[in-house]
C-alpha cells in the first residue's frame, strides 16, 4: 500500500550534535489507492497541464506572499551541503489533508523522536483527530496555511548547511505542478522557525524540481532521473515559460545552491507516468541503495536495472 515512507528512528543517528537540526520531508506516495484521491494526485490532474503556463508566470518574479519572511533568490554565498535524509531531525514537517488514518500513525510514531510540524486548514480539528485516537499533542506544532495538496516531499524545501554543519538553510525549487499554495508551503515553515530560505525561482537561478525526483548522499552527490533535464530546457508542452537551461548550467544551479559535485541522472521508466526516482529506489546511507524489482522482463522492471547497472559501473 505504502510504497516509501521516509520516517526512521535510529538510536545511531539521535547520537549525533544536537548542534545539526535538518528537516526530513515526507513522501507520501500510496500506489494501490492512488485512483481513490479525495485530493488532487502526485501527477497532473485532468486539465492542470494547460495551467502551467499561467502559474509558471507567475512564479518569475518570486514569491508574492508578503505575510512570510522575504526569501533570497541567489546562491548562499558561503559552501553548502545538501543533509542525506538519513541525518538526525528535529522536525519532520506533514500537510493534513487526505489520509488522515495514516498521517495519524506517522504522527505518533514521529512526536517521540522529534517535533512534527503539521500545515492544516483548522488546527482544533486536527488536535481533535489525534487526541480522540490516542495521540499526545507533545511535539506536535500547527501552521494553519493554504495548501493544495497532501505531496509535501515533492513540494517541500531542502536542509542544506554552510561551512558543513555550521548554519542551517532551506533550498525550495519551483513545484513542478501548478499549485501555487503547495509552491509557497516552505514560505510558512521558514517563517514559523525562522531559518533563511533560497529559492531557485528568479532567472537566471530559476529551476523547476520535485522532491520525488531527488536523492542525496550529504557528501556532494544527488540522484535523478532525466525528468530534471526535460523540465529545465525550456520546451515544456503546455508553456513557454519553463525555465531554460544546459545540462552544465543546471548542475552549476545544483552545485551552487545545494554543494552537489556529482550529479547522476538516469533514464526514465517507461510505465511511469511521473518519473520519479523514490518510486523505485531509496538511498538508505553512504554505502546502500533500495531498489525496486519486478519479474525479469516486466514493465519498468528492465530499465531500472539497466539504471542500476550504469550507477554501479560510474
Given at each position: 500500500m505504502v510504497?516509501?515512507?521516509?520516517?526512521?528512528?535510529?538510536?545511531?543517528?539521535f547520537k549525533m550534535k544536537k548542534l545539526l537540526f535538518s528537516i526530513l520531508l515526507l513522501n507520501l506516495c500510496f500506489n494501490a489507492i492512488s485512483q481513490d484521491l479525495r485530493g488532487l494526485p502526485r501527477g497532473f490532474a485532468e486539465g492542470e497541464e494547460q495551467k502551467m503556463d499561467?502559474?509558471?508566470?507567475?512564479?518569475?518574479?518570486?514569491?508574492?506572499?508578503?505575510?512570510?519572511?522575504?526569501?533570497?533568490?541567489?546562491?548562499?554565498?558561503?559552501p553548502v551541503r545538501t543533509a542525506a535524509?538519513?541525518?538526525?531531525?528535529?522536525?519532520?514537517?506533514i500537510t493534513w489533508t487526505d489520509y488522515p488514518s495514516i498521517q495519524r500513525e506517522i504522527v505518533r510514531a514521529a512526536r517521540k523522536e522529534c517535533n512534527v510540524i503539521i500545515h492544516c486548514s483548522d488546527s482544533n480539528a486536527v488536535k481533535t483527530d489525534l487526541t480522540s485516537n490516542g495521540v499526545p499533542l507533545t511535539n506536535v506544532k500547527?501552521?494553519?496555511v493554504p495548501f493544495n495538496t497532501i505531496w509535501i516531499r515533492d513540494y517541500g524545501a531542502n536542509t542544506v548547511y554552510t561551512n558543513d554543519v555550521d548554519?542551517?538553510?532551506?533550498?525550495?525549487?519551483?513545484y513542478n505542478r501548478p499549485r501555487p499554495d503547495d509552491d509557497d508551503i516552505p514560505l510558512a515553515y521558514s517563517s514559523f522557525l525562522n531559518i533563511p530560505l533560497y529559492r531557485t525561482m528568479v532567472a537566471p537561478n530559476n529551476l523547476m524540481n520535485t522532491g520525488g525526483n531527488w536523492m542525496i548522499d550529504g557528501i556532494e552527490t544527488a540522484f535523478a532521473s532525466k525528468l530534471i533535464l526535460d523540465e529545465n530546457d525550456g520546451s515544456g508542452t503546455y508553456s513557454l515559460a519553463y525555465p531554460t537551461h544546459t545540462e552544465p548550467e543546471i548542475n552549476s544551479l545544483v552545485h551552487?545552491?545545494?554543494?552537489?559535485?556529482?550529479?547522476?541522472?538516469?533514464?526514465?521508466l517507461p510505465y511511469d507516468g511521473i518519473h520519479h526516482i523514490d518510486?523505485?529506489?531509496?538511498?538508505?546511507?553512504?554505502?546502500?541503495?533500495?531498489?525496486?524489482?519486478?519479474?525479469?522482463?516486466?514493465?519498468?522492471?528492465?530499465?531500472i536495472e539497466a539504471n542500476i547497472a550504469y550507477i554501479l559501473s560510474t
Open positions: 510504497s516509501f515512507l521516509r520516517l526512521y528512528s535510529s538510536a545511531k543517528l499561467a502559474y509558471l508566470k507567475s512564479r518569475l518574479n518570486g514569491s508574492t506572499n508578503k505575510s512570510y519572511k522575504t526569501p533570497t533568490y541567489t546562491p548562499p554565498s558561503s535524509q538519513w541525518e538526525e531531525v528535529q522536525a519532520l514537517v500547527y501552521i494553519e548554519s542551517l538553510l532551506l533550498v525550495d525549487w519551483i551552487d545552491f545545494h554543494g552537489i559535485n556529482r550529479y547522476i541522472k538516469m533514464e526514465t518510486m523505485h529506489m531509496k538511498l538508505l546511507d553512504e554505502k546502500n541503495i533500495l531498489i525496486g524489482k519486478f519479474p525479469t522482463g516486466v514493465s519498468d522492471g528492465p530499465q
